[in-house]
DNA sequence: GTTGAATTAGACCGATCGGTCTAGAGCGAA
DNA sequence: TTCGCTCTAGACCGATCGGTCTAATTCAAC
């Protein structure tokens, strides 16, 4: 339901960013808090490491909050694509498009060196601190079990899993569990605690 | 197996903080670390909160990181007594061990104002950025499982899991995704996710 | 009471924090 | 060319950071 983009120049109040300097900051952004996370990173290194003066940046965004909560965004345009990808797949049985989901999602951690999930680290690190970003969070992985339970209804219907299963419910406990096991993954440096985690999700999912 | 008190003053090199100032110190800094975590703490506000001079923070801690690292081994001499509390009581099957030490975490949760778990904020937040911290927290969630497996085993054992189970994997499995239900339950600031999920494992695990 | 170590007390340090501000460069429209 | 707006550039700000240092105090052992 996102807006595409119409007609080439098609100048929109607040489109994707199309300007080169912003979108430079919010990719180093991205890695950057993914690493180190919110309080341990400076406004200067992100300065620094896309050599952007400060200027460009308080330009650009009207401050640090404001920056990282425009990185969620864009973490999450990806996150939506990857779903947009998977769960529309109508060839595959529905668990199995989820499944997909978060083996490609496995791959993208591991291309990254397993540092886990953005939501994840943002919201353990400021959850108990900023209400802002406790509730936009929340809304991500609200959205996202929204969007498997969507498919888990499919597989209900069609008898794959219990009858009298609820898939919302299921669907938050996955995305939850999801999470716990990228903690892990990412406190390992390896991508077992995922797996094993999908094994025993899915097996039980289906066999009860 | 840890030395309990031998004698009533016996001044051995590393007991409990014995000494009142640093206890205060590490009761304190539990409580702010895990609502605040590590980076927007400083010390002079675990300093102002508990009325100490900083002459004695750094008398008794060789610097803020080793305070944390001693904050965590506090925080795992309570994981600890719970397990030992739990997990012992021969008059309950195994599982039903597991589940109750993880409803009265639970309980201590919800004192706290569903804060969630100090390993996995600390964890999220730091793993990226020190491997100190990364080893230290991975071990005390190896710790844990492998208490937990050893009770799963000898539910393996009774029949109550199947026999071709891998209780060491479980206990990972479990958790993995009683941290990721923490982060969501700290996210909502109420208890569903916790429930959720062990309703989810504990169905799963005896059943198939 | 004297001594010496443990602890408290807090001024002080350089570095870095997030954020502001002014100046000018770049550029498209008139 | 000139205007006007966007964006770059970086000096600068007060506050706070983790940590050091010295002096005063406390307290137990003798």
Not at 8 to 14: C, E, L, R, T, Y
Not at 83 to 93: K, V
């Amino acid at each position: 339901m996102r807006n595409e983009a119409v007609s080439p120049p098609a100048p929109s109040s607040n489109p994707q960013p199309t300007h080169a300097t912003k979108k430079r900051l919010l990719e180093a952004g991205l890695a950057m808090l993914l690493q180190q996370g919110y309080n341990d990173l400076g406004v200067q290194a992100v300065l620094d490491a896309t050599s952007t003066p400060k200027g460009s940046f308080y330009h650009h965004f009207e401050s640090k909050e404001d920056f990282a909560l425009q990185v969620i965004d864009e973490y999450m345009k990806g996150v939506h694509a990857g779903l947009d990808a998977c769960l529309g797949d109508e060839a595959r049985p529905p668990l199995d498009r989820i499944r997909r989901f978060f083996e490609m999602t496995q791959q993208h951690y591991r291309s990254e060196g397993y540092m886990g999930c953005l939501l994840g680290g943002l919201g353990q690190e400021l959850s108990g601190v900023s209400d802002v970003f406790r509730r936009r969070i929340e809304k991500c992985f609200s959205r996202i079990a929204e969007r498997m339970a969507v498919c888990l209804e499919e597989a209900r219907r069609r008898g794959d899993i219990p009858a009298e299963s609820d898939p919302r419910q299921m669907a938050d406990v996955l995305v939850d569990c999801w999470e716990g096991a990228a903690l892990r993954s990412r406190l390992r440096r390896n991508p077992a605690p995922l797996t094993a985690m999908l094994d025993f999700y899915f097996r039980s999912a289906a066999a009860r």
